[in-house]
Antibody, heavy 120, light 113 residues
Framework: QVQLVESGGGVVQPGRSLRLSCAAS????????IQWVRQAPGKGLEWVAV????????YYADSVKGRFTISRDNFKNTLSLQMNSLRAEDTAVYYCARGGSGIYSWFDSWGQGTLVTVSS | DIVMTQSPDSLAVSLGERATINCKSS????????????LAWYQQKPGQPPKLLIYWASTRESGVPDRFSGIGSGTDFTLTISSLQAEDVAVYYCQQYYNSPLTFGGGTKVEIK
């Protein structure tokens, strides 16, 4: 079955960096776009970034543009989110989710999420 | 950016009764070349990730009970739970995937009256 497992979350000081990973299994990873979505404690869902199936196209929310970088390794079936210059408002559970073959698609499988806490 | 506005923020419905959630987009998410609305609905229960319910505004995801239905086109959409069950208590989100940035509605919390 489709499985997405996030890792790399933790507590980090403002201004520092953190790298999240998402390990995929149970499907042909290289055929699907993958996104990151975050959810601040007690809040709604906020889309963060998406990467196309081949890594050629990447889009970001304005709130993270220039600070976060999404990437993928289709040989290792992994997705990454490099987060730099972290701010308190980046505190959230970060989910990776599978899309379709294109960037503009619904997301049919989600990981359980990893919590990032930005605090001094 | 396309802004997704959901209403109401919350609603309480008796078991077996109908629940209706609205979602309005700030611009049309209907792609004329294929006549499809780029709109999805998700359900999120406490402590769990979101679960896809509906895509293309009205196509039910495999395994989703038929009491869930979606309707609408252009800028106005509705998710209906025809007969609320206890396990349907959750927050429901709409999302447009028409263009970037992909955006979610603020969510609607459904509870039992």
């Amino acid at each position: 079955q489709v499985q997405l497992v996030e890792s790399g979350g933790g507590v980090v000081q403002p201004g520092r960096s953190l790298r999240l990973s998402c390990a995929a299994s149970g499907f042909t990873f290289s055929s699907y776009a993958i996104q990151w979505v975050r959810q601040a404690p007690g809040k709604g869902l906020e889309w963060v970034a998406v990467i196309s199936y081949d890594g050629a196209n990447k889009y970001y929310a304005d709130s993270v543009k220039g600070r976060f970088t999404i990437s993928r390794d289709n040989f290792k079936n992994t997705l990454s989110l490099q987060m730099n210059s972290l701010r308190a408002e980046d505190t959230a559970v970060y989910y990776c989710a599978r899309g379709g073959s294109g960037i503009y698609s619904w997301f049919d499988s989600w990981g359980q999420g990893t919590l990032v806490t930005v605090s001094s | 950016d396309i802004v997704m506005t959901q209403s109401p923020d919350s609603l309480a419905v008796s078991l077996g009764e109908r629940a209706t959630i609205n979602c309005k987009s700030s611009q049309s998410v209907l792609y004329n070349s294929n006549n499809k609305n780029y709109l999805a609905w998700y359900q999120q229960k406490p402590g769990q990730p979101p679960k896809l319910l509906i895509y293309w505004a009205s196509t039910r995801e495999s395994g989703v009970p038929d009491r869930f239905s979606g309707i609408g086109s252009g800028t106005d959409f509705t998710l209906t739970i025809s007969s609320l069950q206890a396990e349907d208590v959750a927050v429901y989100y709409c999302q447009q995937y028409y263009n970037s940035p992909l955006t979610f509605g603020g969510g609607t919390k459904v509870e039992i009256k």
